[in-house]
């Protein structure tokens, strides 16, 4: 992986979650887990895609 691309976790985010996302290891993805969530976020430009189909991918809106 490149220094973009960033895994997202999903669930209730533990304390090392947290400082893992701070530290921009990670993405935090939200508490709802669904089989068509993303799996990575590029954190130049906002693309997020599940494994394997990254042409099924599409930007985000980043607060």
């Known amino acids: 992986m ?19 996302s701070d530290r921009a290891e990670i993405v935090l993805g939200g508490c709802s887990i669904r089989d ?4 990575y976020r590029c954190t130049e430009c906002q ?3 599940q494994k394997g189909k990254k042409k099924l991918g599409q930007y985000v809106d980043v607060d």
């Open 2 to 20: 490149n220094d973009f691309v960033t895994p997202i976790a999903y669930g209730y985010p533990s304390f090392e979650m947290r400082e893992e």
């Open 36 to 39: 068509e969530a993303p799996d």
């Open 47 to 49: 693309f997020e895609w």
